[in-house]
């Protein structure tokens, strides 16, 4: 059957980013602290912020269920204030802490010659992890990209992160295919190629170190090898 779909995880795979939580350097929502009322020295900020999101990291591990950043921002702002956060005071530090989170994420020049290129031939859609279901269609947006999905499946919006099946599911309901229709695409062994695999999709790694064990045939140095091991594959 020939593959309709492409499905791509997004962070690590049509952009790079760093996933740290303090190197990105957070002194604007630093001083949101302060004005809301907190008191802690900034390096105290940062590793308090750090060991909250741990914390709701472990949760997650034991099922896969996802957390929000509104979730991990009340918990947090319950520890470091002199008050019960309120609702606005947890979106304003959640927006706020994203921005500075965004400056290290870098788009990949060249990615919209490739998704043109890809959507020539295929119907597209991103299902990535995610704590805000705004962010990726956000990045796609600046990106100029957006309209070139199919849909934007987010795992704080299902409930489930990859590689809960329940999150696969979801993204293959919303497209109206079968597992075999689709291909997924992606950097991170478990969430982005046994997951897809475990459910019936043709999954392809970027593994430029060979450090998974996966096929040759499947395995990628970067997103922009993926139209020729496409064509390949369909010989």
């Not at 809301?36 to 990291?57: K, M, Q, V």
């Not at 500075?100 to 859609?125: D, F, I, K």
Request: aromatic residues 10%.
């Amino acid at each position: 059957m020939r593959r309709t779909h492409i499905l791509f995880d997004f962070f690590g795979t049509l952009v790079e980013y760093s996933p740290s939580r303090t190197e990105q350097g957070y002194r604007s929502t630093y001083a949101l602290l302060r004005r809301l009322g907190a008191s802690l020295p900034y390096e105290e900020f940062l590793d308090g912020w750090s060991r909250t999101s741990a914390e709701f990291d472990r949760l997650s591990d034991l099922d896969d269920h996802e957390f929000s950043m509104a979730e991990a921002g009340t918990a947090f702002l319950g520890r470091v204030l002199p008050h019960e956060p309120a609702p606005a005071e947890v979106e304003e530090f959640v927006t706020l802490y994203v921005a500075e989170w965004n400056t290290g994420v870098h788009y990949l020049p060249g990615l919209s010659g490739l998704v043109e290129e890809l959507s020539a031939g295929h119907r597209l859609a991103v299902v990535s992890n995610t704590h805000l279901a705004t962010l990726v269609p956000g990045h796609l947006a600046a990106m100029g990209l957006l309209e070139s999905f199919d849909a934007v499946i987010t795992s704080v919006e299902v409930g489930w992160r990859k590689p809960h099946p329940e999150i696969y599911a979801t993204a293959l309901d919303v497209l109206g295919i079968e597992a075999s229709s689709a291909v997924f695409v992606g950097d991170t062994y478990g969430p982005d190629f046994a997951g897809p695999e475990r459910c019936g999709m043709a999954a392809y790694l970027i593994d430029p170190h060979r450090r998974a064990a996966v096929p040759e045939e499947r395995r990628l140095g970067s997103v922009f090898d993926l139209p020729d091991r496409l064509l390949t594959s369909a010989h």
